[in-house]
């Protein structure tokens, strides 16, 4: 088990059991910022350093693993250590994602955006009164055969932001673990299988910003010998 302690805020495993309870239809795409005035680092990158929690929040709400990763990145003090980084994926479902990271930003973002068919939700880690809302909008096409009659109208409904139990992740992810132990249970929420996906994609985002900026293929029939 890897300690992706975001798999276990009672926000993003509401967001997660939300989306697949198909409450928002089809998800189209995830936006997620992660930004920050420093703290410069001089062994890593703002990839490394930062991504692995957008990384698993929009793995683990999607349900899936990305295809194709690409990355633009830059740097302030070292060339070889990126302080921005904008990073993008596609995922099989054909859903994709940009994940916005940085050590160079007036103001501290801990923002998520998953938008579907039938509603749109944000997450902001700062609200701490309410850090997710539902919105219920989109865009209403009526079927037709002629190009004409296909008139645009937008859905604007309420906007929710439901009560979630607030409990510390760290507490509820040790006790996943001990609890896995206990039981003898080889499945766990950040296993091995998870981990490892959040690493190629990060490798693939570190070699995309190094090739400027060419998009990385990711092969989905990749294995893992091991605990899922």
Not at 142 to 164: F, K, M
Not at 205 to 214: E, F, K, T, V, Y
Request: with cysteine; hydrophobic share 40%; glycine share 6%.
């Amino acid at each position: 088990m890897v300690g992706h302690t975001f798999l276990f805020s009672p926000r993003v495993q509401w967001m997660a059991d939300y989306v697949a309870e198909g409450k928002m239809g089809q998800v189209h795409y995830v936006t997620s910022s992660r930004l920050n005035l420093g703290k410069h680092n001089t062994v890593t990158n703002v990839v490394w350093d930062l991504c692995p929690h957008d990384f698993s929040i929009a793995f683990h709400v999607l349900d899936e693993f990305p295809v194709t990763v690409q990355a633009l990145a830059r740097s302030l003090v070292d060339p070889d250590i990126p302080d921005v980084a904008f990073v993008t994926m596609e995922f099989p479902s054909g859903a994709i994602a940009s994940v916005d990271v940085s050590w160079l930003a007036p103001k501290k973002i801990r923002n998520t955006v998953i938008v579907g068919d039938t509603s749109m939700i944000v997450y902001d880690d700062n609200d701490a009164e309410e850090p997710v809302k539902v919105y219920d909008k989109g865009l209403v096409l009526p079927e037709s055969d002629s190009y004409g009659e296909h008139q645009l109208t937008y859905r604007y409904g309420n906007t929710v932001a439901p009560h979630i139990a607030a409990t510390e992740p760290l507490w509820d992810e040790l006790g996943h673990f001990l609890s896995a132990v206990e039981r003898d249970e080889t499945e766990v929420l950040s296993g091995g299988r998870f981990a490892l996906e959040v690493v190629r994609a990060l490798e693939a985002a570190d070699q995309s910003w190094r090739q400027g900026g060419h998009p990385v293929t990711l092969d989905p029939k990749s294995t893992f010998v091991g605990a899922k």
